[in-house]
């Protein structure tokens, strides 16, 4: 229907995200009907949605003719995005916000950088930008999942840590379990993508593949290739910062800082 | 050498010099400077609120003085590492805080952070001396309150503390538990001439258990002395 109406890509585009757009908003007025409000949040939302995703597409745009070394610096940029933003999972815990960035970066970046070398991931901008975002992305999901639950153990079990530590025990094992149990629970989410992938869903990367006419085959492969190297970054990434943040959860006297009251 | 001699020398096991702990411009410890004599039971009283806790925990240092400091046998409790120091100063808190799994695990836990194996007659021992014997192989989530209190005392007196303190390790008892706990603590300080601070608020049990008392208020400690004087009689 729409494109008999529309003729250019561009327009077919704005056209498309505009209908999907009223379709989201008549949801948003029949959960109003039951008064359920999410109007403001969902118009905002969909209204920063689509300027952050165009400027995306346009920097994008521009970028597919630029030399292949810049994507280094979008990657290196989006690494400082994605620490902070997962950082604000974690507040309350001091250096939350470094720990977060240097575990997304080793994580995500050696994943990256290693499959990049043997050949798995294309050096072309267009292969290496979305398939490094994805990564980096899920690393840092898995890095606030991970600080996340590491918090709430903590506090929850500030009594027996404090006991340990008042029977003399070190401060990293009087955490151990709980460090344990968040890299186990982070990575959930990326387990289970592998076990459900081509069942329960069918991921974007291979969904862009076959409607840019690659072979079904190859593109479900690779979405294997991708989802296997997401599980990889996010694990290394999480066991990363699990591990540094156990450090920032005490003083240098070995005293429980990461407490509810401060 | 008895309670007695030890108390009239007047050797020193533990001295604070204006501590203090300020938390966010809220002066929870204000200022103060006692003396724990060895092998004396020293009870610290007050209101809800007026910084027991606060200072107890000043002691081991779980929390990090702002002021002042406390001296270990005459030594700046900064100077040992904070595992030692919390080896040789043991405490007890009003939850026992088991950890999951049988008793025995709990009593071998102080030891095996510095590489020892606790022996399998020293945990009975330990166990006869609180009162449960038999308990070693017991799991800690089918204890009573009272038992699982004296867990925690076995597992705080196998690191074998020159100092224990006890942050009102009756008060979340019953009456004839709370009697029981109270009578062992009692006994442990004479037979073994440990030293102890004890928080409570419970003043009558500070008359019973205590040879000295510090009452506190806001922070501060206002009276230190004979309980009878302290408390009234
Ligand atoms: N970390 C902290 N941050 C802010 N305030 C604190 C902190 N720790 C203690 N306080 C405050 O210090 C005061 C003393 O607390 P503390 O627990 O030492 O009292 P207490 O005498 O042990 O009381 P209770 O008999 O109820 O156990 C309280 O007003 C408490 O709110
Ligand atoms: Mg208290």
Redesign the interface.
């Known amino acids: 229907m729409l494109k008999s109406l529309f003729h250019t890509q561009l327009t077919l585009g704005f056209a498309q995200a505009g209908i999907a757009s009223v379709l989201a908003l008549a949801v948003v007025l029949l959960a109003r009907r039951r008064n359920i409000h999410l109007e403001s949040d969902a118009a905002i939302a969909l209204l920063r949605g689509i300027v952050q995703i165009v400027a995306v597409g346009s920097i994008l745009a521009l970028l597919l003719k630029s030399p292949r070394w810049t994507s280094v610096f979008l990657l290196t940029g989006m690494v400082l995005a994605a620490g902070s933003i997962s950082a604000r999972r974690a507040k309350n815990i001091p250096g939350a916000r470094k720990v977060s960035t240097y575990s997304i970066a080793a994580g995500a970046g050696l994943v990256t950088a290693i499959m990049t070398w043997a050949g798995v991931i294309d050096t072309a901008i267009t292969s290496l930008i979305p398939v490094g975002s994805m990564i980096i992305a899920n690393a840092m999901n898995t890095n606030g999942l991970a600080l996340n639950r590491f918090r709430s153990e903590v506090l929850a079990h500030a009594g027996e840590i404090e006991t340990a530590l008042a029977l003399g025990a070190a401060p990293e094992h009087t955490v151990a379990s709980y460090a344990e149990s968040s890299i186990h629970a982070s990575l959930i989410p990326a387990i289970d993508n592998l076990r459900s992938l081509g069942i329960v869903w069918i991921p974007g990367l291979m969904t862009g593949m076959l409607l840019s006419g690659a072979d079904p085959l190859y593109a479900a492969i690779y979405q294997f290739v991708v989802i296997a190297m997401i599980l990889a970054s996010s694990g290394l990434t999480s066991l990363l910062s699990t591990m540094m943040i156990r450090n920032h959860a005490f003083s240098p006297a070995e005293q429980l800082v990461l407490k509810s009251s401060g | 050498m008895s309670i007695a001699q030890q108390t009239a020398t007047g050797a020193v096991a533990l001295r604070t010099e204006h501590l203090g702990r300020r938390?966010?411009d809220v002066s929870v410890v204000t200022d103060i400077s006692l003396d724990v004599y060895h092998g004396e039971m020293l009870g610290i009283v007050g209101a809800s609120g007026s910084g027991k806790s606060s200072l107890l925990r000043l002691l081991?240092?779980?929390?990090?003085p702002t002021s002042g400091t406390v001296f270990l046998d005459g030594q700046d409790y900064?100077q040992f590492s904070?595992?030692?120091l919390?080896?040789r100063v043991?405490?007890v808190?009003q939850?026992p805080?088991l950890?999951p799994g049988k008793v025995a695990g709990n009593v071998r836990?102080?030891p095996s952070?510095?590489g020892e194996v606790l022996a399998d007659e020293d945990i009975a021992r330990l166990l006869e001396r609180v009162g449960l014997p038999g308990f070693t192989a017991r799991e800690v989530t089918n204890l009573s309150g009272g038992e699982q209190q004296r867990v925690s005392l076995a597992?705080?007196l196998a690191?074998r503390p020159e100092i224990l303190l006890l942050d009102e390790p009756t008060s979340a008892l019953d009456e004839q538990a709370k009697m029981g706990v109270e009578q062992l603590i009692c006994s442990l300080v004479k037979d073994t001439s440990l030293t102890c601070v004890m928080v409570t608020h419970d003043r009558d049990q500070a008359r019973r258990m205590c040879d000295r008392v510090a009452l506190m208020e806001a922070g501060r400690l206002i009276q230190y002395g004979k309980p009878a004087e302290v408390l009234g009689a």
């Open positions: 938390v966010a081991n240092r779980l929390d990090e900064r904070p595992r030692e919390r080896r043991g405490m808190t939850r805080f950890f836990f102080g952070q510095r597992r705080a690191n």
